[in-house]
């Protein structure tokens, strides 16, 4: 690619994969509606507020890729989720049609299905069980992408990410845990393949205690690391929380506990 283009550059998962995709493509954007950290002087930096729709275009054009990290990544009250998850995501898509479709890849959540139980073992057209606001709200975007792709060909990777994280940190990222090193690897794949189309993703490493099935898209793309390896390590050091407890019941864990947030709460 000569311009890949990164949204949520400045968040923790924006910050630790942008350093190590920088091969990928001749120069990258690196977007945000924060002021972006750590930037190099060949980087474009755009500040962008994703309900803005003309910001978005503006943002959009002259990119080949787009990693779509950006807007809220947790659960917030719904007006903010409104404005950068929906209304945001609507102004992405608009964006790439009017500016020769670059692949997308849009990072959705196993939040879209938090109310599945760990005994499920689930493949791309399993049932949504949202556990959240935001969680609804990937539900649209994957709702929008797949629109865009059936209506004029946008290609997207609909990657539901479940906890990318350096190392798994807790029970239930046993079964969750999505290396930065198996996402960079699931990045390269979907940029270089010739031909994409809108594929469910689920967004985990080759865990033991994994929930979900990518055997769908093994021609596509395959993770290498393992959850499996680090159990031993958090058996000793982090306290199992009881079997009936939502963080080992449901799959989107603590997210299935939050009430609907007002915005006195924040």
């Known amino acids: 690619m000569k311009r890949l283009l990164i949204t949520g550059a400045a968040g923790g998962l924006g910050r630790a994969l942008t350093p ?64 950068g998850n929906i209304i945001g995501l609507y102004n992405l898509y608009e964006a790439a049609r009017l500016n020769g479709q670059p692949r997308i890849i849009f990072a959705s959540s196993n939040h879209t299905v938090g109310f599945h139980k760990q005994s499920e073992r689930l493949g791309p057209d399993c049932t949504f069980r949202p556990d959240s606001l935001y969680g609804v709200s990937k539900i649209f975007g994957e709702a929008v992408a797949r629109l865009y792709f059936d209506k004029f060909g946008q290609e997207t990777a609909l990657v539901r990410i479940g906890s990318c994280t350096p190392e798994p940190q807790n029970h239930r990222m046993l079964g969750s845990w999505f290396s930065h ?86």
């Not at 750590?38 to 002259?62: F, I, S």
């Not at 659960?75 to 903010?80: A, S, V």
């Not at 929930?211 to 159990?231: C, G, K």
């Open 20 to 83: 190590r995709l920088r091969d990928m493509a001749e120069s990258l954007r690196l977007a945000d509606i924060v002021p972006v950290p750590d930037t190099l002087p060949g980087d474009d930096v755009v500040q962008c507020d994703l309900a803005d729709a003309a910001a978005v275009n503006a943002m959009v054009a002259g990119c080949d890729g787009i990693l779509h990290l950006g807007g809220i990544s947790v659960e917030r009250p719904f007006d903010p989720i409104l404005q």
């Open 181 to 266: 090193e198996d996402f960079l690897s699931l990045i390269g794949a979907v940029f270089a393949a010739p031909s994409l189309g809108c594929p469910v993703i689920w967004g985990a490493s080759n865990n033991d205690a994994g929930w979900w099935d990518n055997s769908h898209i093994a021609d596509l793309w395959q993770p290498r690391d393992n959850a499996e390896s680090f159990r031993a390590q958090i058996d000793a050091t982090v306290p199992r929380p009881a079997d009936d407890d939502p963080v080992l019941v449901y799959q989107g864990g603590v997210f299935t506990t939050y009430p609907i947030y007002q915005k006195s709460d924040t």
